[in-house]
């Protein structure tokens, strides 16, 4: 094989790998789905998962779109409390058990508010979005959020 030829085989290799490896990145971007009465809706995330990720939370975020937010994962069921210490934005909290039903929505917690705001129940997560969002897509108590990590231990 000529060297030209073999150049430009090796560079359409590289290519399509590197076209591979961006489609495959772009389809693993974790997405949380809620299930509502008036249908599904995905939502892009951040999942905080650790002690350090978890305590930052959103803070300091100064827009959260419609279509994006935040999961926390405790890793087993406990009552929780959240506060909005350095948030900047208006969210909604999300109280989701282990098997992903919806157990309590705290709607449009106040950017900067120090009060606690628990759970009511044990949960294993808390999904946060944009505040109001939740009544937008008509979410409810007893509706189910799916993600791959509900009902993994």
């Given amino acids: 094989m000529a060297p030209t030829v073999f150049l430009q085989t090796v560079s359409r290799i590289i290519i399509a790998l590197s076209l591979l490896l961006f489609i495959a990145a772009c389809s693993g971007e974790e997405k949380v789905i809620l299930h509502t009465s008036n249908g599904e ?20 975020v100064q827009d959260l779109p419609d279509d994006k937010g935040m999961l926390f994962d405790f890793g087993e ?13 208006p969210l909604d909290m999300i109280f989701v058990a282990a098997d992903g039903t919806i ?3 705290h709607a449009n917690a106040r950017p900067h508010d120090q009060t606690g705001i628990p759970s009511k129940f044990p949960v294993r997560f808390v999904f946060e979005i944009a505040g109001g969002r939740a009544a937008e897509i008509g979410l409810e108590v007893g509706d189910k959020m799916s993600h791959p990590l509900v009902n993994a231990n």
């Fill in 41 to 60: 809706v995905a939502f892009a995330i951040d999942l905080a998962n650790t002690p350090a990720s978890r305590a930052k939370g959103l803070m300091f």
């Fill in 77 to 89: 069921e406990r009552e929780v409390s959240f506060w909005m210490r350095n948030t900047f934005i």
């Fill in 103 to 105: 157990k309590n929505i």
